[in-house]
């Protein structure tokens, strides 16, 4: 009974992600007022049925064959405890319903769940019921519930200090960078992540390792994210800052002109150059034997990292993932590169290594271009590389080169892209991006998982993937602060 209390109230404030409150910008959830200024987590959902954006949250949900079967499922779990969701449920339910986490250490003990109930009687009685009722609490007009009795004490304990959570700067900042009308709100402390890490580094040399290593990047401050319904899909949105600013900064992408369409994966990304450099430089100073093992690899392959092979990544690079055959998609990876006489002696020498190794490499023409193609025998495929045109190019997928080099339609031209595209309003410059035609690519992963273990698949699954068209997810930089943005389309 206890999951299927925290399963309703909790899949009440999913399913209406978007259906927000009328809130400016910048606002913050009431129950941050309430929430301890040392929440390592808070997360808050409306809960108001009668809340504007309800109606989009149904339609989505309406467009999935599986919201009947799902519905009844809830209306059954209650009938079992005399339960209805007209009479019992809806009237009891408040504005919002928060969690907070107050330490990642002894989570078990240091979460709780509050609310304002309309009618606190029904609220009560809904979490008392079962084998395992909640133990709650009734603290400042907020009913704050929990499994356990430590849980509610340490949270009482907690906010004894007099601040609240919306009394802190990094909060209210991260906050402040999510839309107004999203409805699921949630932050995690940087502090609380450092300071759970420390603990464990104190008593694990690996722990404090890493931890060296990652401050050298600097320190997370904040994270915070929400959704929202919207017509056609679900819109998310992430942020966080860092004491560093980091080497990334954002860009147009343009080698959607140079790539074939009907990719069914799509990643974009900008200069990487001075952010390998600078993990190559702190992993030189945090791992003691690193520097050493990397000097030998450099010599194995004949040309240096820094000097030779992360300059190729100074400009626009992106990965692309086509439909191909049973053993393995097709995936063309370009870099547009500053020095193609660089980025072909980095060729040749893998082409070289490769014959080394016993593999067989050899130049062929495609498309009026030299290409290299070193054949993988024990694995029977083939790896194509060529750098033309300012572009290097590296594939599995010698129709996949052709298709790229020639006049063949290309990915910016492809109606699934563009839609999906204008559906998250992607910007012109971006810090990195990444698309998703799921309407031609879940087949084909379920083509793959069906070969592995047939009949894994079921028509209940793919009837309801069947409405998920195209997902993307694009990052922005801002100094010191990233923020991500995500569009699921629905339809």
Request: hydrophobic content about 40%; overall charge negative.
């Amino acid at each position: 009974m206890r999951s299927l209390r925290i399963g309703v109230l909790v899949a009440i404030a999913l399913a209406v992600a978007g259906c927000g409150a009328d809130k400016q910008a910048g606002s913050v959830p009431a129950g941050a007022d309430f929430a301890p200024a040392s929440s390592a987590v808070y997360i808050s959902g409306v809960t108001d049925p009668s809340s504007s954006q309800w109606e989009k949250a149904d339609t989505l949900l309406g467009r999935f064959p599986g919201r009947e079967k799902l519905l009844a499922s809830f209306r059954k779990d209650m009938q079992k405890e005399g339960l209805t969701w007209e009479r019992d449920i809806k009237p009891a339910l408040g504005d919002e319903l928060s969690l907070v986490l107050l330490d990642f250490d002894d989570a078990d003990h240091n979460y709780v769940f509050f609310a304002k109930p309309k009618d606190e009687a029904k609220f009560d009685k809904f979490i008392e019921l079962g084998d395992e009722p909640q133990i709650h609490r009734k603290i400042d007009g907020w009913t704050v519930f929990a499994d356990n009795k430590l849980s509610l004490d340490n949270f009482e304990q907690a906010r004894s200090s007099g601040d609240s959570l919306s009394d802190k700067d990094e909060f209210r900042d991260a906050m402040g960078s999510l839309p107004d009308e999203a409805t699921l709100r949630g932050y995690v402390s940087g502090e609380s992540i450092y300071a759970a890490l420390g603990k464990e580094a104190a008593i694990d040399p690996d722990a404090k390792t890493f931890e060296r290593f990652s401050q050298s990047f600097g320190k997370l401050e904040s994270l915070s994210f929400s959704t929202a319904a919207e017509d056609d899909g679900v819109a998310v949105e992430a942020a966080y800052s860092n004491t560093k600013e980091y080497k990334i900064g954002n860009y147009k992408p343009e080698l959607d002109d140079a790539l074939p369409s009907g990719a069914l994966f799509y990643v974009s990304f900008g200069n990487l150059e001075d952010f390998f450099n600078s993990v190559l430089t702190s992993a030189d100073q945090s791992f003691p034997q690193f520097k050493a093992q990397r000097a030998q690899v450099e010599a194995a392959l004949g040309f240096e990292l820094k000097s030779d092979l992360f300059p190729l990544f100074s400009k626009e690079g992106a990965i692309a993932v086509y439909r191909g055959g049973e053993q393995a998609p097709n995936v063309l990876f370009v870099l547009r590169v500053p020095d193609e006489a660089k980025a072909q002696r980095v060729v040749d020498r893998f082409a070289a290594l490769a014959s080394l190794g016993g593999e067989t490499s050899r130049t062929i023409r495609v498309h009026g271009v030299d290409a290299k193609e070193i054949t993988i025998a024990d694995a029977g495929f083939s790896i194509l590389a060529a750098v033309t045109d300012g572009k290097a190019f590296v594939t599995n997928s010698k129709a996949e080169l052709e298709q790229a080099l020639g006049d063949a339609e290309k990915l910016a031209d492809d109606a699934v892209y563009q839609d999906a595209r204008d559906a998250a309003g992607a910007p012109d410059e971006t810090a990195s991006f990444v698309y998703a035609n799921l309407e031609g690519g879940l087949p084909y992963v379920f083509q793959f998982a069906e070969l592995d273990e047939p009949g894994s698949i079921t028509p209940e699954v793919r009837a309801n993937t069947k409405p998920l068209r195209s997902a993307v997810l694009y990052a922005k930089q801002d100094g010191k602060r990233t923020s991500l943005s995500g569009f699921l389309t629905i339809k």
